[in-house]
């Protein structure tokens, strides 16, 4: 018999099952086939799921942004969970959120944290102190003995993947293998590529807006551009973005075009004056405010989607429209899946960020 971190004899008598992640969309993007197979594999067992916001702050100038996250529009409307635990985004809440989840008494808890896993595993074991607990462990540093404290903490631990340089394996590799240690789940690679089930409305709505910029009908294709990611690393310049539409704008298949440029919310008043200043035709400017739903029921209306390294390049492949992805040679672990719709480049050194891949370089990469 296959040894499990999770006894398939506790999995059996369990009634319920708690799942702590810092989530991203991107994590998510991947995560969501495993939970979804663990589901279905364990119908018995309730699925809870605990999504820790790193940016948690007391500062209430931020909360609301933070409430808003459009990941959990995502996590409550897949079918995976049966509760959702969002509120951790102020140190209030998430000792709330802790209280509510110790009242579950939870036989089986699972982290997979790989950030500051010490913590998480500190946090699993408080909110169920006689749980199965199982966490992820990095090596542990010589001034580091307050980690091996909290690592005791774990009844079984799953080690953090390592990249690496040379030929690495896929993220949503790494995931799978994540739920094959934990109970033995077979998640073959088919079962892996990304997928996002959009309410109709949100298809009705994306068609609707298209129809108000006059981009339906057209006669030529549409580009949607995304230059935004949480860190300025993986940024793309927004005047690089205006070159690239002029440039592509000159080339025979893309005359036609009409473009939509990606801006988190807040960069929407700067990218309508940035994008404005170049005087550009059938170019217009997107945010999903209201929902997660609306990005990819936009992106799913789209012929082509251009985007730095971000949940994007990811919901490019799970809506199957082709995507140039720009990325740095660090975490090639998160290419886009589907190589065959997917056109990846790369900045030159490794020391370079995103903003380092020149319009020409794009351009080659155009199907």
């Known amino acids: 018999m296959t040894h499990t971190l999770i006894p398939a004899d506790l999995l059996r008598k369990s009634d319920k099952i708690l799942f702590i992640a810092h989530l991203a969309l991107g994590d998510f993007t991947y995560l969501q086939n495993c939970f979804r197979a663990f589901k279905q594999a364990h119908p018995h067992l309730q699925v809870h799921l605990w999504v820790d916001e790193v940016r948690r702050t007391a500062d209430a100038a931020q909360w609301d942004g933070l409430k808003k996250y459009?990941?959990?529009?995502?996590?409550?409307?897949?079918?995976?969970?049966?509760?959702?635990?969002?509120?951790?985004y102020s140190p209030a809440l998430y000792q709330?959120?802790?209280?509510?989840?110790?009242?579950?008494?939870?036989?089986?808890?699972?982290?997979?944290?790989?950030?500051?896993?010490?913590?998480?595993?500190?946090?699993a074991r408080a909110v169920s102190p006689r749980a199965l607990v199982v966490g992820m462990k990095k090596t542990v540093g010589f001034f580091q003995p307050?980690?091996?404290?909290?690592?005791?903490?774990?009844?079984?631990?799953?080690?953090?993947?390592?990249?690496?340089?040379?030929?690495?394996?896929?993220i949503s590799d790494v995931y799978a293998d994540w739920f094959r240690q934990l109970c033995g789940l077979d998640l073959a690679p088919a079962a892996r590529f990304p997928f996002v089930d959009i309410p109709?409305?949100?298809?009705?709505?994306?068609?609707?807006?298209?129809?108000?910029?006059?981009?339906?009908?057209?006669?030529?294709?549409?580009?949607?551009?995304?230059?935004?990611?949480?860190?300025h690393k993986r940024c793309w310049p927004l005047e690089r973005v205006a070159e690239l539409i002029a440039a592509m704008r000159q080339r025979d298949g893309w005359r036609d075009a009409c473009f939509i440029v990606n801006a988190v919310p807040s960069?929407?008043?700067?990218?309508?004056?940035?994008?404005?200043?170049?005087?550009?035709?059938?170019?217009?400017?997107?945010?999903?405010?209201?929902?997660?739903?609306?990005?990819?029921?936009?992106?799913?209306?789209?012929d082509l989607i251009v985007s730095v390294e971000t949940a994007v390049m990811h919901l490019a492949n799970a809506?199957?429209?082709?995507?140039?992805?720009l990325m740095r040679q660090k975490n090639p672990e998160w290419v886009p899946l589907d190589q065959a719709n997917s056109s990846v480049i790369t900045a030159a050194r490794r020391s370079d960020w995103v903003k380092a891949i020149p319009v020409e370089q794009v351009m080659k990469a155009l199907p």
């Open 267 to 302: 960069e929407l008043a700067n990218a309508r004056s940035v994008i404005a200043s170049y005087g550009l035709e059938r170019t217009e400017l997107f945010s999903a405010e209201e929902n997660f739903f609306q990005l990819p029921a936009m992106l799913a209306q789209c």
């Open 146 to 170: 307050h980690h091996h404290l909290a690592y005791r903490k774990l009844d079984a631990a799953l080690a953090p993947y390592d990249a690496g340089r040379d030929g690495p394996r896929h």
């Open 96 to 123: 709330q959120s802790i209280a509510a989840a110790q009242r579950e008494n939870y036989p089986l808890v699972v982290s997979l944290a790989t950030l500051r896993p010490h913590l998480y595993a500190g946090l």
């Open 200 to 231: 109709e409305r949100w298809h009705e709505q994306a068609r609707a807006r298209l129809a108000g910029w006059g981009f339906a009908p057209r006669s030529g294709k549409l580009v949607f551009v995304n230059p935004f990611a949480k860190t």
């Open 319 to 325: 809506v199957h429209v082709p995507v140039v992805a």
């Open 70 to 88: 459009s990941l959990y529009d995502w996590v409550r409307a897949c079918g995976c969970f049966d509760k959702v635990y969002s509120d951790t």
